[in-house]
């Protein structure tokens, strides 16, 4: 995306894992959905925990829009992360979960459309408890991608959807996050999420 500003900054940062350290480098355009891949334990996570505000770096400088992040508490960012482990309230229904996070009211038009996009209609009235692992994914999903942050950070979000499941969620996300102006990075081991979703894919090594 050429003709974009660079969005998102991370330079020379340094985060120490394992008492080892990892080193990270990119910029990120505005409105660009971009792939994070590498081995395991090359620091995929860590890299979308930090930008989040929940790990914090030893050395080195995060920028959205030219502002500072690492001064900024995770709430304050403008981020919304995924988590791998869905990041849903047990105690609260589905359509409660998915309501959570707006300043003012939800969009509920967008959250049931993305709803019936993802099957999870029929889920509303239930607590994540009673879903199933790919239930949970694609509730969060929705809630992620329909937050006010510009920018989303999404954590293997399809690993536990099956084929058919996953394609729809592959598309809505992608067409979600044009549609609104997202800027996205996904960390996947999937090439077909790369080739299908994101505008590039880069290589942590």
Same mark, same amino acid.
Request: hydrophobic content about 45%; overall charge negative.
């Given at each position: 995306? #050429?003709?974009? %500003?660079?969005?998102?900054?991370?330079?020379?940062?340094?985060?120490?894992?394992?008492?080892?350290?990892?080193?990270?480098?990119?910029?990120?355009?505005?409105?660009?959905?971009?792939? $994070?891949?590498?081995?395991?334990?090359?620091?995929?996570?860590?890299?979308?925990?930090? $930008?989040? =505000?929940?790990?914090?770096?030893?050395?080195?400088?995060?920028?959205?829009?030219?502002?500072?992040?690492? !001064?900024? %508490?995770?709430?304050?960012? #403008?981020?919304?992360?995924?988590?791998?482990?869905?990041?849903?309230f047990?105690?609260?229904?589905?359509?409660?979960?998915?309501?959570?996070?707006?300043?003012?009211?939800?969009?509920?038009?967008?959250?049931?459309? =993305?709803?019936?996009?993802?099957?999870?209609?029929?889920?509303?009235?239930? /607590? #994540? !408890?009673?879903?199933?692992? =790919?239930?949970?994914?694609?509730?969060?999903?929705?809630? /992620?991608?329909?937050?006010p942050?510009p920018?989303?950070?999404?954590?293997?979000?399809? !690993?536990?959807?099956? #084929?058919?499941?996953?394609?729809?969620?592959?598309?809505?996300?992608?067409?979600?996050?044009? !549609?609104?102006?997202?800027?996205?990075?996904?960390?996947?081991?999937?090439?077909?999420?790369?080739?299908?979703?994101?505008?590039?894919?880069?290589?942590? =090594?």
């Amino acid at each position: 995306m #050429p003709d974009t %500003p660079c969005a998102l900054e991370v330079n020379q940062l340094v985060i120490t894992r394992d008492n080892r350290p990892l080193h990270y480098q990119l910029h990120i355009h505005a409105g660009e959905i971009v792939a $994070i891949q590498g081995r395991s334990g090359v620091g995929k996570s860590t890299l979308l925990s930090a $930008i989040a =505000g929940f790990v914090t770096p030893q050395q080195g400088e995060i920028l959205w829009q030219g502002q500072l992040l690492l !001064a900024l %508490p995770a709430n304050q960012r #403008p981020v919304a992360m995924l988590f791998q482990d869905h990041n849903l309230f047990e105690h609260l229904s589905v359509k409660t979960n998915l309501q959570l996070g707006f300043d003012g009211p939800a969009p509920m038009q967008a959250l049931a459309e =993305g709803c019936a996009a993802l099957q999870v209609s029929e889920l509303l009235h239930k /607590t #994540p !408890a009673q879903l199933s692992g =790919g239930q949970r994914q694609r509730v969060a999903i929705i809630r /992620t991608l329909l937050r006010p942050e510009p920018l989303i950070l999404l954590d293997e979000p399809f !690993a536990e959807l099956d #084929p058919a499941t996953r394609q729809q969620a592959v598309n809505w996300v992608g067409n979600t996050a044009r !549609a609104t102006g997202k800027t996205l990075l996904l960390v996947t081991h999937q090439q077909d999420d790369v080739t299908q979703l994101a505008d590039r894919a880069l290589m942590l =090594g």
